[in-house]
């Protein structure tokens, strides 16, 4: 469990690892009304970008970004292949450089919060027996199954999603999302990556899989 944490840590954002599967959804998105849809096809060259001035997070989290990205049939660049931290915080600069990479959009993950969110749980009892002389349910309520209370931590991490197409330079898709007790860093980066591509897709930014 703890070479998991320090896992999670070096990536995107401070996580702690929770028992529960995670399970990520969209709070709010936005689409550019007067940007053309994003049209991939399988090799087009994208770039995966998370924004970290700490290197190591950075790294770990746009390698998860790019291995997934990949499984989709893209050829995927991670943004530190090309771009220093300084370098890509200039505008102009950092697009002129992912554009000389024959990329066709850049795909974008911004860290928000994590926050910690503590759920009780009451007492539970077993169903009862009816009710009746003395003997039978005085005996059964000794020895009545009983769950005492107890309370549920919950991990929430929220990232912003940013799709840019480089071709007409624009951002033509934003989303915040949240992800439940992420239980590691690639399947948080899948269930983000999943989570996008449905939202895109319904919004018309995306084509509809073949």
């Known amino acids: 469990m703890l070479s998991t944490r320090r896992r999670l840590t070096g990536a995107v954002v401070l996580l702690v690892l929770a028992a529960c599967g995670a399970s990520t959804r969209f709070v709010n998105t936005w689409k550019a009304p007067d940007a053309a849809p994003l049209a991939l096809r399988p090799g087009d060259t994208v770039v995966a970008m998370v924004i970290s001035r700490n290197e190591v997070n950075r790294r770990s989290g746009e390698d998860a970004l790019a ?111 949240e992800t439940t007790n992420p239980d590691s860093l690639d399947s948080f980066a899948r269930d983000v990556v999943k989570a996008a591509a449905r939202e895109m897709t319904r919004a018309g930014v995306l084509a509809e899989p073949s």
Do not use: C, N
Not at 94 to 119: I, K, M, N, S
Not at 121 to 133: E, H, I, L
Not at 158 to 168: G, I, M, N, P
């Open 67 to 177: 291995a997934e990205l990949s499984r989709r049939g893209l050829r995927v660049i991670p943004a530190y292949a090309v771009l220093t931290v300084e370098q890509a915080m200039e505008r102009e600069s950092a697009l002129e450089r992912l554009r000389a990479t024959g990329a066709v959009a850049a795909f974008v993950v911004r860290p928000l919060r994590t926050t910690h969110q503590a759920t009780y749980v009451p007492p539970t009892y077993s169903a009862a027996v009816p009710y009746g002389s003395w003997g039978p349910y005085y005996g059964y309520g000794w020895g009545a199954p009983y769950s005492p209370g107890y309370v549920v931590t919950d991990t929430v991490v929220r990232l912003e999603v940013l799709a840019y197409d480089l071709r007409q330079e624009k951002l033509i898709w934003a989303g915040q999302s």
